[in-house]
Protein backbone atom coordinates (compact mmCIF):
# COMPACT_ATOMS: atom_id res chain seq x y z
CA UNK A 1 0.00 0.00 0.00
CA UNK A 2 1.29 3.19 -0.88
CA UNK A 3 2.04 5.84 1.83
CA UNK A 4 2.93 9.62 1.73
CA UNK A 5 3.96 10.26 5.09
CA UNK A 6 4.40 14.10 6.11
CA UNK A 7 7.66 15.21 7.11
CA UNK A 8 8.20 18.59 9.49
CA UNK A 9 10.72 21.21 9.23
CA UNK A 10 11.84 20.43 12.90
CA UNK A 11 13.23 16.92 12.35
CA UNK A 12 15.60 17.57 8.84
CA UNK A 13 18.81 17.77 9.73
CA UNK A 14 20.72 21.36 10.66
CA UNK A 15 23.16 22.31 8.22
CA UNK A 16 24.41 24.83 11.35
CA UNK A 17 25.50 21.17 12.77
CA UNK A 18 27.67 20.04 10.30
CA UNK A 19 31.27 20.25 10.93
CA UNK A 20 33.01 22.08 7.88
CA UNK A 21 36.30 21.42 7.18
CA UNK A 22 38.06 24.62 6.38
CA UNK A 23 40.51 25.02 3.02
CA UNK A 24 44.39 24.97 3.63
CA UNK A 25 45.47 28.76 4.96
CA UNK A 26 48.20 28.85 2.33
CA UNK A 27 45.62 29.25 -0.14
CA UNK A 28 44.81 32.52 1.17
CA UNK A 29 48.42 33.42 0.10
CA UNK A 30 47.59 32.35 -3.25
CA UNK A 31 44.47 35.03 -3.42
CA UNK A 32 47.05 37.37 -1.88
CA UNK A 33 49.13 37.22 -4.39
CA UNK A 34 46.72 37.03 -7.14
CA UNK A 35 44.85 39.94 -6.21
CA UNK A 36 48.08 41.65 -5.60
CA UNK A 37 49.68 41.17 -9.36
CA UNK A 38 46.26 42.34 -10.53
CA UNK A 39 46.82 45.69 -8.39
CA UNK A 40 50.38 45.85 -9.50
CA UNK A 41 50.20 45.64 -13.44
CA UNK A 42 47.35 48.44 -12.76
CA UNK A 43 49.92 50.53 -10.91
CA UNK A 44 52.68 50.43 -13.80
CA UNK A 45 50.18 50.97 -15.92
CA UNK A 46 49.24 54.18 -14.63
CA UNK A 47 52.46 55.07 -13.88
CA UNK A 48 53.74 54.58 -17.63
CA UNK A 49 50.67 56.42 -18.57
CA UNK A 50 51.89 59.04 -16.15
CA UNK A 51 55.20 59.43 -17.29
CA UNK A 52 54.90 58.98 -20.92
CA UNK A 53 51.78 60.01 -22.62
CA UNK A 54 50.14 62.48 -19.83
CA UNK A 55 51.73 66.06 -20.13
CA UNK A 56 52.30 68.67 -17.35
CA UNK A 57 49.55 70.53 -17.60
CA UNK A 58 47.54 67.64 -15.10
CA UNK A 59 47.57 69.08 -11.62
CA UNK A 60 50.02 66.53 -9.25
CA UNK A 61 46.61 66.66 -6.91
CA UNK A 62 44.87 64.47 -9.81
CA UNK A 63 48.03 61.67 -9.99
CA UNK A 64 47.82 61.49 -5.74
CA UNK A 65 44.48 61.16 -6.17
CA UNK A 66 44.70 58.07 -8.40
CA UNK A 67 46.80 56.71 -6.14
CA UNK A 68 44.83 57.34 -3.05
CA UNK A 69 41.93 55.49 -4.69
CA UNK A 70 44.31 52.54 -6.41
CA UNK A 71 45.60 52.11 -2.33
CA UNK A 72 41.69 51.64 -1.29
CA UNK A 73 40.76 49.74 -3.79
CA UNK A 74 43.72 47.67 -3.22
CA UNK A 75 43.47 47.09 0.70
CA UNK A 76 39.21 46.20 -0.13
CA UNK A 77 40.28 43.72 -2.49
CA UNK A 78 42.90 42.31 -0.22
CA UNK A 79 39.90 42.65 2.69
CA UNK A 80 37.43 40.71 0.71
CA UNK A 81 39.71 37.80 -0.77
CA UNK A 82 40.88 37.88 2.95
CA UNK A 83 36.35 37.36 4.28
CA UNK A 84 35.88 34.60 0.95
CA UNK A 85 38.78 32.68 2.24
CA UNK A 86 37.35 32.20 5.60
CA UNK A 87 34.20 31.52 4.11
CA UNK A 88 35.40 28.60 2.33
CA UNK A 89 34.84 25.24 3.87
CA UNK A 90 33.87 21.92 3.04
CA UNK A 91 32.31 18.55 4.78
CA UNK A 92 32.36 14.99 3.77
CA UNK A 93 29.54 12.87 4.70
CA UNK A 94 28.08 9.45 4.02
CA UNK A 95 26.03 9.85 1.23
CA UNK A 96 27.50 13.38 0.14
CA UNK A 97 29.39 16.16 -0.21
CA UNK A 98 29.24 19.82 1.13
CA UNK A 99 30.83 23.14 -0.08
CA UNK A 100 30.16 26.48 1.23
CA UNK A 101 31.53 29.67 -0.01
CA UNK A 102 31.06 33.39 -0.67
CA UNK A 103 30.74 36.92 1.04
CA UNK A 104 28.24 38.49 -0.45
CA UNK A 105 26.68 36.04 -2.24
CA UNK A 106 27.02 33.52 0.78
CA UNK A 107 26.00 29.79 -1.01
CA UNK A 108 25.92 25.55 0.19
CA UNK A 109 26.37 23.60 -2.29
CA UNK A 110 25.56 19.60 -1.54
CA UNK A 111 26.23 17.30 -4.19
CA UNK A 112 24.93 13.21 -3.53
CA UNK A 113 27.68 10.78 -4.33
CA UNK A 114 25.11 8.97 -6.40
CA UNK A 115 24.82 12.24 -8.49
CA UNK A 116 28.85 12.37 -9.08
CA UNK A 117 30.44 11.29 -12.65
CA UNK A 118 33.74 12.38 -12.49
CA UNK A 119 36.31 13.67 -10.30
CA UNK A 120 39.44 15.22 -11.11
CA UNK A 121 42.43 17.27 -9.22
CA UNK A 122 43.72 20.11 -11.22
CA UNK A 123 47.39 22.46 -10.27
CA UNK A 124 47.58 25.79 -11.34
CA UNK A 125 51.49 27.15 -11.30
CA UNK A 126 51.03 28.65 -7.66
CA UNK A 127 49.01 25.38 -6.30
CA UNK A 128 51.69 23.15 -7.08
CA UNK A 129 54.16 25.35 -5.75
CA UNK A 130 52.15 25.62 -2.31
CA UNK A 131 51.36 22.04 -2.76
CA UNK A 132 47.72 22.72 -2.98
CA UNK A 133 45.04 21.09 -5.86
CA UNK A 134 41.65 21.63 -6.60
CA UNK A 135 39.24 19.08 -6.23
CA UNK A 136 36.51 19.42 -9.44
CA UNK A 137 33.44 16.86 -9.18
CA UNK A 138 31.63 16.95 -12.20
CA UNK A 139 27.86 16.19 -11.82
CA UNK A 140 25.11 14.33 -13.72
CA UNK A 141 22.55 17.16 -14.35
CA UNK A 142 22.35 20.67 -15.60
CA UNK A 143 25.32 22.64 -15.91
CA UNK A 144 25.94 24.61 -13.03
CA UNK A 145 25.62 21.96 -10.91
CA UNK A 146 29.53 20.84 -11.05
CA UNK A 147 31.37 21.95 -7.58
CA UNK A 148 35.05 22.80 -7.31
CA UNK A 149 37.06 23.02 -4.47
CA UNK A 150 40.14 25.09 -4.30
CA UNK A 151 42.54 25.42 -1.79
CA UNK A 152 43.01 21.60 -0.51
CA UNK A 153 46.04 20.54 0.54
CA UNK A 154 47.54 18.01 -2.55
CA UNK A 155 47.52 14.78 -0.30
CA UNK A 156 43.65 15.34 0.59
CA UNK A 157 42.52 16.17 -2.70
CA UNK A 158 44.06 12.90 -3.15
CA UNK A 159 42.51 11.27 -0.73
CA UNK A 160 39.21 12.46 -1.85
CA UNK A 161 39.44 11.68 -5.38
CA UNK A 162 40.12 8.01 -4.11
CA UNK A 163 37.29 7.64 -1.76
CA UNK A 164 35.09 9.37 -4.22
CA UNK A 165 36.60 7.16 -7.01
CA UNK A 166 35.59 4.31 -5.30
CA UNK A 167 31.71 5.37 -4.71
CA UNK A 168 31.32 5.84 -7.76
CA UNK A 169 32.52 2.50 -8.81
CA UNK A 170 30.04 0.93 -6.60
Not at 32 to 49: D, E, K, M, R, W
Not at 143 to 155: A, C, F, R, T
Request: include cysteine; charge should be positive; glycine fraction near 6%.
Amino acid sequence: MFTNNQITIESLPKLEDLKLSKIALKYRTILFLNCSTIFLGFLIIFLILDTFVVDESLPKTIFFGILVVWGLAFGLSLGYANMSFNKRQYALRDQDITYSKGVLVHSVTTLPFNRIQHVEISRTFLARKFGLATLHLYSAGQSGSDLSIKGLPLEVAQSLKTFLSSKLNE
